[in-house]
């Protein structure tokens, strides 16, 4: 198994263009999520979804979308990017005995 | 809401030192308590866990006991080891009633870092 897999790795966006981080899982987990990691703050919840076709909100949506057509892929997309959202990102998906994830993450700067 | 406090990093130990990591945690109904690490350049990754009061999560020389009466979930380790060194989070999930409603809440980290 690969586990959870993010691209790319590291990303440079100028303000306003747009972006999708891609993730994939090959656990077949229902549930996945998104975080943002920045320096004092921890993980903060983006988005997360329980099963395909099926997506929430977290902590700190605005800016960012995601749908979920299969089981394996949760793409975030960010529309319009801001230097607000110049962060690490962090994709999971969870098993039903509550164990989480995490992909390499994706380091993104905004200017 | 429910949230995780830890303590202020970064922690400096020499190679064989007792290390402990204080984390409470704030929740309404009964939450399962995890640790996580993150080695530089990595993802987390769950070091250990516990899912009910007076359980003891145990991984790699490190322990976690959930304390309920004083809602808490001290990481120990004996003897730290140079490799020891990354950061770890203490997380809750909170319970939604089923494990897809759950969401897991994480403290902001604490660096280790272990000096030969």
């Known amino acids: 198994n690969a586990g959870v897999t993010q691209t790319p790795k590291f990303q440079v966006l100028k303000t306003g263009q747009s972006m999708t981080l891609q993730c994939a899982q090959d656990?077949?987990?229902?549930?996945m999520s998104w975080y943002r990691q920045d320096p004092g703050m921890g993980l903060r919840l983006i988005h997360y979804?329980?099963?395909?076709?099926?997506?929430d909100q977290g902590e700190v949506p605005n800016g960012y979308n995601v749908s979920r057509s299969t089981t394996e892929d949760f793409p975030l997309r960010l529309l319009s990017a801001a230097p607000s959202q110049t962060s690490v990102y962090f994709c999971?998906?969870?098993?039903?005995?509550?164990?989480?994830?995490f992909g390499p993450g994706t380091r993104l700067l905004v200017l | 809401g429910d949230s995780v406090t830890q303590m202020e990093g970064p922690v400096t130990l020499s190679e064989e030192a007792f290390l402990t990591i204080n984390c409470t945690y704030t929740a309404t109904g009964y939450p399962s308590l995890f640790w996580y690490v993150q080695y530089p350049g990595e993802g987390l990754q769950l070091l250990l866990k516990?899912?009910?009061?007076?359980d003891k999560g145990s991984n790699k020389g490190f322990e976690a006991t959930y304390r309920k009466e004083t809602t808490s979930f001290h990481l120990e380790k004996g003897s730290v080891q140079v490799s020891d060194s990354a950061v770890y989070f203490c997380?809750?999930?909170?319970?939604?009633?089923?494990?897809?409603?759950?969401?897991?809440?994480f403290g902001t980290g604490t660096r280790l870092q272990v000096f030969p």
């Open positions: 997380a809750l999930s909170s319970p939604g009633g089923s494990y897809n409603t759950d969401k897991l809440i």
């Open positions: 999971a998906s969870r098993n039903r005995e509550e164990t989480q994830y």
């Open positions: 979804s329980v099963g395909a076709g099926i997506t």
């Open positions: 656990m077949n987990h229902e549930y």
């Open positions: 516990a899912t009910k009061a007076d």
